[in-house]
């Protein structure tokens, strides 16, 4: 059985990068809901309908642990899918997100005040405030949506997407750290570098996800062992557009990418 990968679209690569970095002889199944993106502009009951959506796809094919590298389907979708729908329905299934192992590695090096940029819907989920809160409520949390950088970077526009940045972190004020919260801003983290203070550290899921499922796999060997190792990789989206190969392949080289309906 596969390990799944779930994202709106492609920014869900740098994940699985990172999963195909410490754990590369696992097999894998990529699902990349591109006809549907962006989910970080979609009213909750959306993006729960097409999370549920992906993973009775990515069970079918056969998936025994998926991981919503998606932020916006794990703000929203997560907990009900985790709490309700898999015990119920696939209760052999388990499925994580990215919430939580980011907060814990953002909370590791930050002291008073984090700043969060994410989508739309993830910040008004205020998720990683609440997560933060819970492990620290003395943290202070300063969230911005940046809804503008997902359509920069899909396009393959990363000279706009520079300048995006440039402008959002100026409402940052006196952050520690900043998280990245969402698929597809590890390929900006030099941007946000460049333009935050030295002394912020930038929280890029590529950096520790790989690291985290990795422990996570040791640490639940019922799971561990029903997973085949051959090194299989199937990348899918649901819709196919002319800057996807070229997206793609700066993230993963020689990637081929397969439109799929589900
Ligand atoms: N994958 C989404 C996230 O991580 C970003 C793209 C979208 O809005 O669908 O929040």
Redesign the pocket.
Known sequence: MKIGVF???L??LIITKSFLRELGDYDYLYFGDTKN?????KISSEVLMLSIRAVEFLIKNNCKIIIF???????IALRYVQQIYIPQYYPNIKVLG?IVPTVEEAIASSKKKIGVT??N??INSHIYNIEIKKINPDIKVQELAT?KL?PAIENDDFILADSLVQDYVKSFSNIDSIIL????YPLLKECFRKYLPEKVQVISQDEFMGEKLKKYLHNHPEIETKLTKNAEREFLVSQKNKYYEAVAGKIISGIKIKEVKI
């Open positions: 994202d709106s679209g920014g869900g993106l962006p989910y970080g502009d590298a998606c932020n916006t389907a794990s703000s990215v994410a989508t819907s993830t809804p997902v919260g969402c698929t597809h």
